[in-house]
């Protein structure tokens, strides 16, 4: 299963998970990239002392190609950005904003970048700041999202760029992988189905969450801040609703939720911790190893595909 992604990457399929703060650290990493696919770690808000430390852990575990995924507002981002020189990774994806003022750094240093945008006005400036490839992710991720839908974002980011897409949102298995290559798609990332691996080192009540999640059990809070994130309802997901119906500031909501993602991830507290997870959250049922994962998305998307990939 080549394609223009697996070429980038260096990877044995185009299949990318996604660099979920507190889930993809670096044992997730290695193991996705050891079955084939590539692994991420997610910096999230964490300093720089620790991605150096988690690229170094994953270089002891994979001798396989993996990234790091960057997020922009965190306070340490430069020194990131420049950790990801000094440690030798061939890779970064990028969220939360724009990486254009590392963008000649990583280049010198031969580091592919690949931006994760929500819109084809964003799509058509990572292209022309030299991204490599762009994660087109829909609105039906899970945790920080953007207004359009997967079906739609695709296929107009692909014709708006001459650099290779990946999909992202609402991606869970073989059937959601062939439409993404459908639309235009090289590759396809997924988030929430490798939080249900075995290999993923989060609470089993995050877990279980998932697996319990039906179809309905998404809701997206902070629509009224410009800053919405989709989650699995819970009884802080129904507080912050209700105060944002009530007016309250994006001071009063951040507070409600500050060191929620922790809470769930690490501590399990499926009350009062933010369970971000995406729409695709019910149509996961089982939990796999990276390796079997990845095996059945490739079977089943390549019986629905045949030669066209």
């Not at 620790?50 to 306070?75: C, H, Y």
């Not at 970048?113 to 084809?120: D, E, F, G, K, L």
């Not at 920080?144 to 992202?168: N, R, Y």
């Not at 319990?212 to 009224?224: E, L």
Request: charged fraction near 25%; charge should be neutral.
């Amino acid at each position: 299963m080549k394609t223009e992604i697996t070429e980038i990457l260096g990877c044995r399929y185009p299949i990318v998970q996604g660099g979920m703060a507190w889930v993809a650290e670096h044992r997730l990493a290695a193991a996705v990239s050891n079955a084939g696919g590539f692994g991420l770690i997610g910096v999230g808000g964490a300093s720089s002392q620790w991605a150096r430390e988690q690229i170094q852990k994953a270089k002891a575990l994979t001798d396989k190609p993996f990234g790091v995924n960057l997020m922009l507002m965190n306070p340490e981002a430069e020194e990131i950005a420049k950790v990801i020189v000094q440690a030798g990774v061939k890779v970064v994806t990028t969220g939360a904003g724009s990486p254009e003022k590392y963008m000649k750094m990583w280049k010198e240093a031969g580091i592919k970048v690949i931006p994760v945008v929500a819109s084809v006005a964003m799509a058509k400036r990572m292209a022309r700041a030299g991204a490599d490839a762009l994660v087109a992710e829909g609105s039906e991720a899970g945790g920080h999202i953007g207004e359009s839908t997967t079906m739609t974002l695709v296929p107009q980011i692909v014709d708006a760029v001459d650099i290779p897409v990946i999909a992202a949102g609402g991606i869970a298995d073989g059937r959601g992988m062939a439409a993404a290559f459908a639309l235009g798609a090289k590759g396809v990332q997924l988030g929430t189905r490798f939080v249900v691996v075995k290999e993923a080192v989060v609470h089993e009540n995050y877990k279980k969450a998932i697996l319990k999640a039906k179809d309905i059990d998404s809701r997206v809070t902070g629509r009224s801040t410009g800053h919405p994130v989709r989650l699995l309802r819970n009884p802080l997901v129904k507080e912050y609703l209700r105060l944002e119906q009530a007016g309250a500031t994006f001071e009063e909501l951040e507070l409600l939720t500050l060191g929620g993602l922790e809470k769930a991830v690490v501590e399990g507290d499926m009350e009062f911790g933010s369970i971000m997870a995406g729409q695709i959250a019910g149509l996961i049922k089982e939990e796999l190893s990276c390796q079997a994962l990845i095996k059945k998305l490739v079977e089943e998307a390549e019986a629905l595909l045949g030669d066209r990939l």
